[in-house]
């Protein structure tokens, strides 16, 4: 018995030490080799479908029991609020209520500004502390958090301009009546309120607020503006927030965790992750907070960054004006690009070419030529670089200074004595901001001498080579080149090193670095009296002398290729005469970002603008236009005399061919139901599993409706499903929804296989494939074809069916995949490409089905029956193409080499992530179809993987790879 014991702890032993992809891998793909008793399995599946039918039963029970408690909820609410109705006083009735969109307040309220300032002297002063105790208040506020103590108390965190004071709600003493305490403790986070109060003297310090010392007493609340959908985060959640650069949590639980998870319901099993997890729930991804600017710019760390930035604006200003400069506002459209016309947004300009400015350069420079002596202007700068970067935007806000000059180094001497007047003032009067924002970013404290240190490009390159720095390919960096973005951070490293300062300029820049009008060094023509002045190692502002000589300037346009028709006016003001001058532009946003030490420049703009603003709003064509949803066909316009016609939902297969990919294709199997949104009608297939929702596709409608829909499917999800779902082979669009509005994880591991353009197909010069296909002629295989909307006789549907099961008897090993083979479901929208041998029997199939037009078609199947004749279904597939003429074509989805995090994953989640996807895709051959499809010149088109956080567990992945092997 020992032994046995001794056996069983070993075992044990070996079995821990396994890693739980390689455990969860045995479970759901045995060996071929292990046998396996039949009529044990046959009755374990008949046990296991009754308890499947019993877990649903529960559920359904459950579910009714839900909804049963709503109802009672909202009659009791009716109820409270009718007798409220009759028993309070006009008095009591007007302490609360939403206000009317015309009211005004005929006295102006106070602000938390005002009460902070009392609170600071109220800790050291008993006087202040006595005189406000007692005083009454009003103010408009939002809610940023309510905690409801009991049915009789609660404390509601008020805010204001990121500024936060905690106010009482009780009936003790305030004239409150219990109608009007549920009534305020179930307004929603974010609700703009107007509050009266009187101010008291807390029980204890508050350590969660701003105002620490002082708390209201609340007697009065109405609603300015209530809250009318529901919040990606809040404010108080994103200021709780570790660190908001922080982008991974724990998926993957360990097995153990996994199945406690999967023995409670889930409620209980969202609550246990929160007690587990900790911060986890708090983590709230920048991309999160950059999809929902609004939300964000509401932050005390936004409104922080944004005070700051106003000051930089202030400071710059000042400095100017009292230096004599003359502030200039120029234009923003122009003739001509002033820098590089491969950069420039071009717009039509009544039907003429013009361009957004790229910088005010050209007109400063004929400001000085007009004899303005030194302007400076503060205004919107246009980028039209592709650069998805941390560090570039398209639009942003220039600071840009001109200056005549009598030396070189004169604009320089007041450029950097601006900037470090602008460093002085933020460090000694923005103290209260930079410590805000510090509570989520690393703010180091800004190092730089007294006396600047101007380094020349020549010695930052030998530093650079000294140092041992290499090019990404591997080359020395070269003193007459530009210094990429890399050598930047690399150089200010160094200098800080050597120097102590996270601030200098790297002075006389190669001359193949710098636009037409930069002046040449007079000692060295390969250089040019030009700068960049850097903050931490990157670059904040471009500057130098320009050329005034017109001929010398005309001489350069030539020699660079610049178009000079578009530049007439620019030239005009140098030919007249121009003084020598010199001057700058900084990026304001890349200014505040390095100050600030942000990592996004996204996060010091307002409303950014890069390169992948503006999503694609292109206009779908309909094939059933009476099947649309945007408007549905209850809702278009009809005939007036006519009655309304009944509402009556859109078939799904002209949903499919209206708004469909090769997805939604998959909604057809008897296993996917389909959720209807009441409102449009739109579609969206899902599987109930054992412990997830799987969501199959993008939803069926247009693409504005996309939000709305998936946040009303959620809603469904979540109050009748009652599961977390998982999202699977959707689009960019729809993932940016559920990465960026909702906070999901994603991920792609799939894409789907199209060809843009089948008229320009490569097989058709392919080698081997050709060989192929002549010995199919040769040996006399022939094509039958069915086209679309056109029926398929009988008898060729029950040939191809016996074929169909020859072929599925000899199929081997595991089967992955998505849709069944059932080839005459929605014949309307399908066309058949039969391939027959010499003896005209059906050695191949392809089946066509037809999508949204901007989609095209979908090879749905191709099949190559047992027997089939070298070649046959190279010759099939490509005839198919032949005749789907310029509509584009997709094979589907299929298996990408490895998995890739794209939002909310990273750390030891994605690699055990990792390790089952390409466990599973080696076992499974996920990557065999991705080979022929190439040669058919495919490209990958990317499709995503979304799930809540916590969503992607063990257990979840089992019911996906179970899903695609039923």
């Avoid at 409670?264 to 709230?284: F, K, W, Y």
């Avoid at 040019?528 to 000589?549: A, K, L, P, S």
């Avoid at 992948?612 to 292109?618: D, M």
């Avoid at 074929?803 to 599925?808: S, T």
Wanted: with cysteine; charged share 25%.
């Amino acid at each position: 018995m020992g032994a046995g014991a001794d056996s069983i702890r070993s075992s044990e032993t070996l079995e821990s030490r396994r890693l739980p992809h390689q455990r969860l891998l045995d479970a759901i793909l045995p060996a071929r080799s292990r046998s396996t008793d039949r009529s044990s399995e046959s009755v374990h599946s008949s046990n296991s479908s009754i308890g499947t039918s019993s877990k649903e039963e529960e559920r359904e029970r459950k579910n009714e029991v839900l909804r049963a408690f709503e109802r009672e909820v909202q009659m009791r609410r009716r109820m409270s609020a009718q007798k409220a109705e009759e028993i309070e006083s006009c008095e009591e009735k007007a302490r609360y209520g939403q206000w009317d969109v015309y009211h005004t307040e005929p006295k102006e309220w106070k602000h938390l500004d005002d009460v902070r300032k009392l609170n600071s002297l109220a800790i050291s002063d008993p006087e202040v502390m006595e005189a406000c105790v007692g005083s009454h208040w009003s103010f408009r506020v939002r809610i940023h958090a309510m905690r409801n103590m009991s049915a009789h108390l609660a404390f509601v965190v008020l805010r204001e301009h990121g500024i936060t004071m905690q106010a009482v709600l009780t009936e003790r003493g305030t004239g409150i009546t219990p109608h009007m305490m549920h009534w305020v403790m179930r307004l929603p986070v974010e609700t703009l309120l107007f509050v009266r109060g009187v101010m008291q003297k807390p029980v204890e310090v508050i350590s969660g607020c701003d105002i620490t010392h002082l708390e209201l007493k609340l007697t009065h609340v109405h609603v300015v503006s209530e809250i009318t959908e529901s919040l990606p985060f809040t404010v108080y959640a994103a200021e709780r927030s570790v660190n908001s650069r922080l982008e991974e949590h724990q998926d993957l639980d360990d097995a153990a965790s996994d199945q406690a998870s999967a023995e409670v319901e889930p409620d209980q099993a969202s609550q246990r992750s929160s007690v587990q997890h900790g911060t986890q729930s708090l983590i709230i991804t920048q991309r999160t907070r950059l999809t929902n600017r609004l939300i964000d710019l509401r932050t005390p760390t936004m409104q922080a960054t944004f005070k700051i930035q106003s000051v930089i604006c202030r400071e710059f200003r000042n400095f100017l004006n009292a230096r004599d400069f003359t502030e200039i506002h120029t234009p923003k459209l122009q003739g001509g690009a002033s820098e590089s016309g491969a950069s420039v947004f071009q717009v039509n300009y009544f039907g003429r070419s013009a361009f957004l400015a790229q910088s005010p350069q050209l007109y400063k420079q004929m400001c000085i030529a007009s004899d303005m002596r030194r302007v400076f202007e503060i205004g919107p700068v246009f980028r039209a670089e592709n650069s998805n970067t941390p560090r570039h935007m398209t639009e942003y806000t220039g600071l840009d200074i001109e200056m005549e000059i009598n030396h070189y180094y004169d604009a320089l001497s007041v450029i950097d004595g601006m900037l470090k007047h602008i460093f002085k003032v933020l460090h000694n009067e923005c103290q209260d901001a930079i410590q805000q924002v510090r509570k989520h970013f690393n703010v180091p404290e800004l190092v730089w001498l007294d006396q600047t240190l101007v380094l020349h490009f020549s010695e930052g390159i030998r530093m650079l080579k000294e140092a041992g720095y290499r090019e990404e390919d591997g080359s020395e960096p070269d003193e007459f080149e530009d210094l990429h973005t890399r050598a930047e951070i690399r150089l200010g490293e160094l200098v800080k090193e050597k120097y102590g300062t996270d601030y200098y300029v790297l002075d006389k820049f190669p001359r193949n670095a710098r636009p037409f009008y930069a002046l040449c060094d007079p000692k060295d023509e390969r250089r040019t009296n030009t700068f960049d002045i850097f903050v931490r190692g990157q670059e904040i502002c471009t500057g130098g002398q320009r050329i005034h000589r017109s001929e010398m300037l005309e001489e350069n346009i030539r020699r660079m290729g610049i178009d000079s028709a578009g530049l007439e006016e620019y030239l005009e003001g140098f030919r007249l005469g121009a003084p020598p001058h010199a001057g700058c532009g900084i990026g304001l946003e890349r200014l505040v970002m390095l100050y600030l030490n942000l990592d996004d420049i996204r996060l010091a703009s307002l409303f950014y603008r890069d390169p992948k603003s503006f999503a694609v709003k292109a206009h779908q064509e309909l094939r059933h236009p009476d099947a649309g949803t945007n408007p549905p066909p209850w809702l278009q316009s009809r005939n007036k005399n006519a009655p309304p016609p009944p509402k009556e939902l859109q078939p799904l297969e002209h949903l499919i061919a209206n708004y469909g990919d090769s997805t939604n294709t998959s909604w057809l199997d008897d296993r996917i139901k389909v959720w209807r949104h009441p409102d449009t009608g739109a579609a969206v297939g899902y599987t109930k599993r054992k412990h997830n929702i799987l969501v199959v596709g993008n939803p069926l409608c247009d693409h504005s409706q996309y939000e709305n829909v998936i946040s009303k499917f959620l809603e469904f999800c979540r109050l009748e499903l009652q599961g977390k779902p998982i999202w699977l082979m959707v689009s960019e669009s729809v993932e940016g929804i559920l990465g960026g509005r909702h906070g999901w994880c994603t991920l792609t591991c799939t894409a789907d296989q199209r060809i843009k353009d089948v008229r320009r197909n490569p097989a058709k010069n392919d080698h081997e494939i050709q060989r192929k296909i002549r010995h199919a002629n040769k040996v006399g295989v022939s094509i039958q074809e069915v086209a679309f909307h056109q029926t398929v006789p009988e008898d060729v549907k029950k040939e191809c069916d016996a074929r169909i099961q020859e072929w599925q008897r000899n199929r081997k090993g595991m089967q992955v995949h998505l849709t069944d083979v059932r080839p005459w479901v929605d014949e309307e929208h399908r066309a058949y490409y039969l391939a027959r041998d010499e003896n005209k029997k059906v050695c191949c199939m392809v089946v066509f089905a037809q999508l949204a037009p901007s989609n095209g078609y979908q090879v749905k199947w191709a099949i190559s029956f047992p027997n089939a004749p070298n070649g046959a279904i190279e010759m099939t597939i490509l005839h198919a193409l032949d005749m789907a003429g310029s509509n584009p074509i997709t094979f589907g989805t299929a298996a990408a080499s490895k998995v890739e995090a794209v939002h909310g994953l990273s750390g030891i989640a994605f690699k055990m992530l990792s390790r089952v996807y390409n466990s599973v895709a080696d076992r499974s051959h996920l990557q065999n179809k991705s080979d022929f499809r190439e040669k058919l010149g495919t490209v990958r088109d990317p499709t995503y993987i979304c799930y809540p956080k916590g969503g992607m567990t063990m257990l979840a992945v089992r019911d996906l790879i179970e899903f695609f092997r039923e």
